[in-house]
């Protein structure tokens, strides 16, 4: 007597006066008329047994507070990252080591001043002795302006005779920072007797 | 369960109202008919999803793991018990297969219902659960292979055999 799969899925979702001709032959191959009504029957009880008994309703209470307990944090809108704990600890230790490699502290350095006039801007410039790092303030320009006081023109002079001998030994101006604007380009050897034209001016 | 793993309530909801019931059930048979234990272990079997839902294998259906978890608690329940669940030997077989009619038109009647139950809870557990599993819960045979861990064809000969003894039982109580 073979108890195929057939048989078994007829069984399980078929009549015996349901089943097609083939379906049939080969249920009574291995089973009686009345065994397959009986196991059908049995199969379709089996079915109803899913009806009861319903679970208390305590049960899904209590684990909803296990739910809300568990992931009482996570419920959080942050973003989290799941990783193992090794990986965490290895970050973690990168970081320390980059804080003791890295130097945070500000680089100093003496800087050198260079003034320059564009149309209506006085460009007061103080470029570091480092070619590639340069601060531009701005400044209006017009009758009200105030030249520099005496002591500042001074010292203005004097950095500029300054640098203008430190490129002239070099034989060359210094390079501007890559990212300083067209506008706040040195281009030409500085003209210190214009640049005390302009002061005298204001 | 990707929804449940982030801590999404609703998921978590879901999940326990498609398959609380089920697996409240499947243990309740499972167990003897012990409806104190059966809550127990449906409650445990959620708390293991809850606290460790990574454990959850994303290759497999999540029914047929879920009923692999649970048949695993009810065998080890029983190893603990030191015994299975105590179960009536059953009359042998070709007890009155004449009586199919009577059978088939009695089983829908609650006390025909009530004779099914003890019926089932007379079979071997091997038996029962696939019988439960299959008619019950509707899972395929390949399923409950999985779940049983036993080849299709012994699943198929359980079946065979459940049936077969249920037949008898009931047709020697009618």
């Given amino acids: 007597m073979e108890w195929n799969t057939t048989v078994e899925a007829c069984i399980r979702s078929k009549d015996f006066d349901a089943l097609t001709e083939e379906e049939r032959q080969q249920v009574l191959a291995c089973l009686s008329q009345e065994e397959y009504e009986q196991y059908r029957a049995l199969a379709k009880a089996g079915k109803s047994l899913g009806d009861s008994p319903i679970p208390p309703s305590s049960i899904h209470e209590n684990l909803q507070q296990a739910f809300r307990k568990r992931y009482r944090r996570r419920n959080l809108p942050l973003p989290t990252i799941a990783m193992p704990l090794w990986q965490a600890a290895a970050v973690a230790a990168l970081f320390l080591l980059l804080g003791k490699v890295v130097t945070w502290a500000p680089v100093h350095a003496t800087p050198s001043v260079a003034v320059q006039m564009r149309d209506s801007l006085w460009l007061e410039r103080v470029s570091q002795a480092m070619k590639d790092t340069a601060v531009a303030m701005l400044k209006p320009f017009d009758n009200s302006a105030l030249a520099p006081a005496p002591r500042r023109l001074a010292f203005l002079q004097d950095s500029m005779a300054h640098v203008a001998r430190d490129e002239e030994a070099r034989g060359l101006l210094p390079e501007p920072a890559v990212d300083t604007p067209d506008w706040a380009r040195r281009s030409t050897q500085i003209d210190q007797a214009y640049i005390n034209h302009l002061y005298r001016i204001n | ?174």
Wanted: net charge positive; hydrophobic share 35%; proline share 4%.
């Fill in chain 2, 1 to 174: 369960m990707a929804l449940l793993q982030r801590g999404d309530e609703e998921a978590f909801n879901a999940l326990y109202s498609r398959y609380g019931q089920r697996l409240y059930r499947y243990f309740y048979r499972m167990l003897g008919q012990n409806k104190e234990q059966a809550g127990d272990f449906t409650q445990e079997l959620f708390i293991k999803i809850i606290e460790k839902p990574e454990a959850f294998d994303t290759e497999r259906r999540f029914a047929t793991w879920f009923y692999t978890v649970a048949a695993n608690m009810v065998k080890n329940e029983y190893r603990r018990q030191g015994r299975s669940p105590v179960f009536q030997p059953l009359p042998e077989e070709g007890l009155a297969h004449h009586q199919a009619d009577r059978l088939v038109a009695k089983l829908d009647a609650p006390v025909q219902r009530q004779q099914l139950e003890k019926a089932v809870q007379a079979l071997k557990p091997h038996h029962r659960e696939c019988f439960l599993l299959r008619y019950q819960e509707e899972l395929s045979i390949q399923q409950i292979s999985e779940i049983v861990n036993c080849p299709e064809g012994t699943v198929k000969s359980r079946l065979h055999y459940a049936l077969r003894r249920l037949s008898a039982r009931l047709n020697a109580l009618t």
